[in-house]
T-cell receptor, first 114, second 115 residues
Framework: DAGVIQSPRHEVTEMGQEVTLRCKPI?????LFWYRQTMMRGLELLIY????????DSGMPEDRFSAKMPNASFSTLKIQPSEPRDSAVYFC????????????FGPGTRLTVT | DQQVKQNSPSLSVQEGRISILNCDYT??????FLWYKKYPAEGPTFLIS?????DKNEDGRFTVFLNKSAKHLSLHIVPSQPGDSAVYFC??????????????FGTGTLLAVQP
């Protein structure tokens, strides 16, 4: 099993540009999560999906952030326009709903906005 | 408003000794707790968990203790090995067995095990 796949692994962009992060969950998992890691706040849940449906997006910082899951094997997190304070590592994770909290994380995307 | 707090950003321990990582929480509704381990340039991986109906759970060298009255849990690693050097995240959730599986993570503790 390839595990959770994220792309790109690193992204450097200028303020105001659109950024799209991509995630392929583990096949068969029906829950998908987007997290952001910063030194100050640790791992913050941004949004999670169950069976491709967004369940809780209360962690999305503001309207500049949006996430989609068009099918069970693909999700995107978009930031438009990006700002320097968005610089962080973004993780995608997936799990089986009946496995509850044992989430499998991807390697993360390190985003730098200059 | 951090509901899960790891007040020690880092910890250094000698190989073979015990490592104790601490975590405090504020939400009394939390009923399931987990520890994740993270190596550089990798995503976190699940390590061990405990339900609020227990006060201890053990898995090999790793033991998690839960003190509900103090809203405190700890992870003990005995004996510590250099390969245990990583960032350890504490996480908690409410509604175990329910429809939601939302985790609240702490800020992490960097453990360095010196050979």
């Amino acid at each position: 099993d390839a595990g959770v796949i994220q792309s790109p692994r690193h992204e450097v962009t200028e303020m105001g540009q659109e950024v799209t992060l991509r995630c392929k969950p583990i096949s068969g998992h029906n829950s998908l999560f987007w997290y952001r890691q910063t030194m100050m706040r640790g791992l913050e849940l941004l949004i999670y999906f169950n069976n491709n449906v967004p369940i809780d997006d209360s962690g999305m910082p503001e309207d500049r952030f949006s996430a989609k899951m068009p099918n069970a094997s693909f999700s995107t997190l978009k930031i438009q326009p990006s700002e320097p304070r968005d610089s962080a590592v973004y993780f995608c994770a997936s799990s089986w709903t009946d496995q509850l909290y044992e989430q499998y994380f991807g390697p993360g995307t390190r985003l730098t906005v200059t | 408003d951090q509901q899960v707090k790891q007040n020690s950003p880092s910890l250094s321990v000698q190989e073979g000794r015990i490592s104790i990582l601490n975590c405090d929480y504020t939400n009394s509704m939390f009923d399931y707790f987990l520890w994740y381990k993270k190596y550089p340039a990798e995503g976190p991986t699940f390590l061990i968990s405990i339900s609020s109906i227990k006060d201890k759970n053990e898995d090999g060298r790793f033991t998690v203790f839960l003190n509900k009255s103090a809203k405190h849990l700890s992870l003990h690693i005995v004996p510590s090995q250099p390969g245990d050097s990583a960032v350890y995240f504490c996480a908690a959730t409410a509604g175990y067995g329910g429809a939601t599986n939302k985790l609240i993570f702490g800020t992490g503790t960097l453990l360095a095990v010196q050979p």
